[in-house]
Nanobody, 123 residues
Framework: QVQLQESGPGLVKPSQALSLTCTVSGGSITTNYYYWSWIRQPPGKGLEWMGAIGYSGSTVYSPSLKSRTSISRDTSKNQFTLQLRSVTPEDTAVYYC???????????????WGQGTLVTVSS
């Protein structure tokens, strides 16, 4: 029932900030105990988990991206957003948003995915 849809610019210039929005329908982003995450896949490479925001608003990030990444939410719109600052061409990727559901106290799995959106970093 829950659906996720990514949106935002498909082209970003180097040194600028990438900003994407995930719109969630069929479920609330404040519902216990889900997390809402961003994942990316550069061309020809594997998936990279970037970070997530939880049902209470807490955030967690990949150590390799933490210094450049911010995830926030707008509960009135049932949306959460990704900001990736100081981008380079190496940030070109398909970006996905997803819902993470708990397995137990220590682990979650990516239960529902959006279709993804390609973002190209180029001048």
């Amino acid at each position: 029932q829950v659906q996720l849809q990514e949106s935002g610019p498909g082209l970003v210039k180097p040194s600028q900030a990438l900003s994407l929005t995930c719109t969630v329908s069929g479920g609330s982003i404040t519902t216990n105990y889900y997390y809402w995450s961003w994942i990316r896949q550069p061309p020809g490479k594997g998936l990279e988990w970037m970070g997530a925001i939880g049902y209470s608003g807490s955030t967690v990030y990949s150590p390799s991206l933490k210094s450049r990444t911010s995830i926030s939410r707008d509960t009135s719109k049932n949306q959460f957003t990704l900001q990736l600052r100081s981008v380079t061409p190496e940030d070109t990727a398909v970006y996905y948003c997803a819902r993470e559901a708990p397995v137990n106290f220590s682990y979650r799995y990516l239960e529902v995915w959006g279709q993804g959106t390609l973002v190209t970093v180029s001048s």
